[in-house]
């Protein structure tokens, strides 16, 4: 959150007159904010045992969880409507970067930072804290998947406004949580959100379709 608040200012400040810079100067600010939040997540990891790899070794229920990560990465992009929208889709377009070395580096950032990092972090917030939070403050006390109207229809909608495509973010919201709710576990949540942002980005990279990333 602190990452986009300084991306948000200095875009304001830059729009404002105030500084100028290219927009690749703010690109580079990913590789940092992917690795700061992928070490702390590391650095951190005795302290959410709620994630049991050994989860995905189901084999049906990992199919499962496949499928559902392909219908959000299909359903994802086809609706990318107007009125789906809210903000400016800024979108990450790495060719802007003249040079070869640095548009490859950045591509791999951000594919690495959108397929490994923010699974861990966003499920972690979502659906192993938030969710259990909105039922009881100590969360801990919640068992990973217990279902409530409150707390499934306030995560999914906060999960909506999360995005600029908040409709996309609104669907991708409910799968999630309905994922939670079937395996009680957060291991497939991360494996599913890994997929379909696996998939986003191979997508976008052939695509060209920038406004996704």
């Known amino acids: 959150m602190s990452f986009i608040g300084l991306e948000e200012l200095a875009r304001f400040l ?5 500084m100028q810079f290219e927009e690749t100067t703010l690109y580079l600010l990913y590789p940092v904010k992917a690795l700061s939040v992928g070490f702390t997540l590391l650095f951190l990891r005795p302290y959410y045992p709620e994630i049991r ?3 995905l070794a ?7 969880s496949t499928a559902v990560a392909l219908a959000v990465f299909l359903l994802w992009v086809n609706m990318d409507w ?19 070395f640095a548009r490859m580096g950045i591509i791999g950032f951000r594919l690495a930072g959108a397929a490994l990092v923010v699974p861990f972090m ?8 938030l969710i259990r939070y909105i039922i009881n403050s ?6 990973i998947g217990r279902f409530t109207w409150p ?3 306030i995560t999914t909608l906060l999960f909506g406004l999360e995005h600029n495509l908040f409709l996309a ?24 959100h890994f997929v379909t942002n696996l998939l986003l980005g191979l997508y976008v990279l052939n695509t060209g379709k920038w406004h996704f990333w």
């Open 82 to 100: 107007s009125f789906g929208t809210q903000g400016t889709l800024q979108g990450f377009n790495p060719t802007l970067f003249d040079d070869g």
């Open 53 to 55: 790899l050994r989860d």
């Open 151 to 153: 707390s499934f229809l």
């Open 14 to 18: 830059r729009n404002a007159g105030v």
């Open 138 to 143: 100590d969360f801990e006390k919640v068992p």
């Open 169 to 192: 973010g609104l669907m991708a919201g409910i799968a999630y949580n309905l994922l939670l709710y079937r395996t009680k576990s957060l291991a497939h949540c991360i494996y599913a």
């Open 58 to 64: 189901n084999p049906l229920q990992t199919a499962v």
């Open 122 to 129: 966003e499920e972690i917030f979502w659906r192993s804290f």
